[in-house]
């Protein structure tokens, strides 16, 4: 049974999307899965690759960034780290992660660089596949 609630929330969610927030210039993936590292957690995909920029989306009635929030999406980036993206054409560059509100229609980014310390990655996913084997 449909419910016609169900059907107006997602319209409204529709429509306040921002269409230049999710501009595609060369790539864009649904549902990018992350190879042997997806199966490393027992199976792991983000919601969106746009370009350079790995995206969650939250459908939630508050619009508070939460902690729990940002570590999903790092984890998600360590796993790209890892295990690459599955079924890309080449190998993207993720350079920025982010948030996406979709009852807000606001997305937060911010630069890899500015979270990640590429000096330490390499011991950080040695230590990550040890915890999750």
Known sequence: ??????????????SIINP????????????????????????????????NALIDIKTTSRLELKRDDFNEIIGYYILYRIGGIDDAPFEPKIA???????????????????????????????WFKGKAA
């Open 20 to 51: 230049e927030l999710f501009r595609v210039k060369e790539l864009c993936i649904l549902n990018p899965t992350f190879g042997e590292a997806s199966i490393l957690v027992g199976g792991a995909d983000a919601d969106l690759l746009i370009d």
């Open 1 to 14: 049974m449909i419910d016609e609630a169900d059907i107006a929330d997602l319209q409204k969610l529709v």
């Open 96 to 126: 920025t992660l982010g948030i996406y509100k979709s009852r807000y229609g606001e997305l937060h980014t911010i630069p890899v660089k500015a979270i990640i310390d590429e000096a330490k990655i390499p011991s950080f996913i040695a």
